[in-house]
């Protein structure tokens, strides 16, 4: 079957990555979902693995991560590029049966490496449901396909059953992306839930805002959007830009600021696989970085920048002006991690404690100390077990390694007090809850003179809605604000709803004109 053929044979509407992931997400839900009798309500044989088929670098792999975690589930990958038959199914050796009265020597298998694997991991994270993820499955070699399609159906490698509870997800290439690729037969496509990704910036853009992709990355894909993702072929070779080149690339340039390495082309090019997006790239880097020193962006949010800056950027190019407002953006979107990361540290450490309150009371200073000591080492158990299973975001362990180091630092503090264990401990959460309340203000007078800064420099409202529209769609800012306010904010947001609603109206006048 040629390439043109088969995708005249696919109707199917493409997904970006944000719909993708809630449809394998939607799917594993309904495939773990049980009755009254504790079964599963879809037969495993009918569990269709979902294929999700998508161009090189779209983020498919990072849709599985994302769902095992939100599900608490585990987590198993294998790419089948590297993989044999053998491998797959398991290694032949000679066994005596009993026959009708009769002994026979038969061929069996070994229990296959994936199928291994997979019991492997329920041994150390206690989990016993999860997903399979196989990467490149229409790259398995040709030794290997009839057992593949045997498993999709049965999930069955050679002799051995992939355990009740494991979901089968599966992606690859399309043929124009990977020459090692091989098309599907009609058998084994409709044995697969297919879902087709594309490279979307907007939901893209979303998902770089909560996880803390590099500013520079960020604002020039906002303003360069077809720079995002590009496959071209030239006389020079095959030139691209994936958004795993674009993560990649974010996480480099952190740690070359932290080390005071330079950030310049020969890095770039490293992963920005197009000469002519690595340079703009580049350039556009530098002047990211002049205008956070031009502007003092710190400053502003202080509110101790003079009319001299206001005036300069009133008279600035729109891409200098957007820039002084992402890098605004920006500098606050750290500081609503930092509240985030407290509130949910302070928050797991008081459930802790008051799970165990009855254990508290009247016990001695060592008693507490070891009680606490007690709490700290569960958790740290189960962070090995959740990273085992792949399914701890960053975010999350950062707020879970947080959480136990406070505790210890309590445990300390019981250790070497006076008085009553109950006593200490309240001391020690008043502490930290003083000191979320004052980062909460700290926050709100630098995002009140953030609006401030931004009402007095531009004229117009463009500059405005787009930085009210970074803080509504970040997950940490609108977090924060649904959770302490802004009045200015509040005032800003309605008048961008209102806006929205006037061009969909708009857009609705003039289509019923036509």
Sequence with gaps: ?????????????????????????????SYLSKDEFGEYKIQVERQRPIFLVGPPGVGKTEIISQVAEEMDIALVSYSMTHHTRQSAIGLPFISEHQYCGESYRTTEYTMSEIIASVYDKMEETGKREGMLFLDEINCVSETLAPAMLQFLQMKIFGRHRLPEGWVVITAGNPLEYNNSAREFDLATL???KRIDVEPEIGPWL??????????????????????????RLTVDGKLFVTARGWVDLSEMIYLYEQNDIEVNLELVNQYIQDERIARDF??????????RREYDIAGILAGTVGEQAIEKLLNAPFDERIT????INDALSSEFRREFVKSKVI??????????????????LDKA?????????????????????HSISRMNERVVRKSIQTIRDIMHNVMGGIGEP??????????????RNNLIKSIQHRLKNSFSFIEKSFEGDNEMMIFVRTLSEDKYSAGFLANHGSEEYSRWSKGLIMSDREQELTTEIEELKQ
Excluded: C, P
């Design 1 to 29: 079957m040629t390439s043109e053929t088969y995708l005249d044979m696919w109707n199917g509407d493409s997904l970006n990555i944000q719909e993708a992931k809630n449809q394998v997400k939607y799917a594993v839900i």
């Design 190 to 192: 409709d044995r697969l």
């Design 206 to 231: 979303v998902y770089a805002r909560n996880n803390a992709v590099h500013a520079a990355v960020l604002n020039y894909l906002s303003i360069k959007k077809d720079d995002f993702y590009s496959v």
């Design 282 to 291: 580049t350039s556009y880097y530098d002047l990211f970085y002049r205008y």
């Design 324 to 327: 002084v407002v992402r890098l």
């Design 347 to 364: 928050d797991e450490v008081m459930n802790r404690i008051k799970f165990q309150k009855d254990e508290f009371l009247g016990a001695k």
């Design 369 to 389: 100390a070891h009680i606490l000591k007690s709490i700290s080492s569960d958790m740290e158990d189960n962070l090995r077990e959740r990273k085992k299973a």
């Design 422 to 435: 109950s006593s200490i401990i309240t001391g020690e959460m008043s502490k930290l809850n003083d000191e």
